[in-house]
């Protein structure tokens, strides 16, 4: 079966470093993405990764390291809007291609 | 322009009703996709065009009909819902079909009474 898991929900403080993990199950894999999405607002593209390794931008970054399976999306320098929800989405492979999202994970950014 | 807009903003709907959704997008993309997100679950797709041309429905019941009438704008046709159809209808498109991140509309939030 094709399978994507991270956690639920997460809490951290504002300023502080947060990672949210992914490790994902799939027919196949054409590139991992991260989305965020603020409550009642649909989701906003953060991040793309099809090889392994880490892509920067600004105070986000993505991790990808396809032979285990796993991502990882760092915040640093957290602020009170990046309370959100942050959906790990993976793209699969073949003619049937779609993506397969995660549940997502809630972010509280506390003060 | 790099925004995908969706019409309706809200809508309240009885079962015995016939309602349309509407999504527009002008960066030229040629894969567009009908969403529906309930409340703390992620997007579950429902339709995919691709160059216009319907090329997945997952297995939507027929009370919600898609339509393509031109690359830039994406219809969907409501006609006796349920309640529990009730929930978030989010528009996005990209430049090929499941390739490449996503552009979401804001969506449409639908209320079936």
């Known amino acids: 079966g094709q399978n994507i898991d991270q956690p639920t929900e997460m809490t951290a403080t504002e300023g502080a470093i947060v990672q949210i993990n992914c490790t994902y199950q799939t027919s196949g894999f054409n590139g991992l993405f991260w989305y965020q999405q603020h409550a009642g607002e649909a989701p906003t593209f953060l991040s793309y990764?099809?090889l392994d390794g880490l892509e920067e931008k600004g105070r986000f970054s993505s991790f990808l390291s396809r032979s285990k399976g796993y991502s990882y999306l760092l915040l640093k320098e957290l602020q009170m809007k990046d309370s959100a929800s942050y959906l790990c989405a993976v793209s699969n492979a073949g003619n049937n291609r779609k993506l397969i999202w995660g549940l997502g994970t809630s972010l509280a950014v506390n003060p | 322009d790099t925004e995908v807009t969706q019409t309706p903003k809200h809508l309240v709907m009885g079962m015995t009703n016939k309602k349309s959704l509407k999504c527009e997008q002008h960066?030229?993309?040629?894969?567009m996709y009908w969403y529906k997100q309930k409340a703390k679950k992620p997007p579950e797709l429902m339709f995919v065009?691709?160059?216009?041309?319907?090329?997945i429905n997952e297995s939507v019941p027929s009370r919600f009909s898609p339509e393509c009438p031109n690359s830039s704008l994406l219809n969907l046709h409501l006609h006796a819902l349920q309640p529990e159809d009730s929930a978030l209808y989010l528009c996005?498109?990209?430049?090929?079909?499941?390739?490449?991140?996503?552009?979401f509309g804001e969506g449409s939030r639908l209320t079936v009474l």
């Open positions: 990764n099809v």
């Open positions: 996005a498109s990209n430049w090929g079909a499941n390739t490449g991140e996503l552009f």
């Open positions: 065009y691709s160059y216009e041309k319907l090329s």
């Open positions: 960066m030229g993309h040629r894969a």
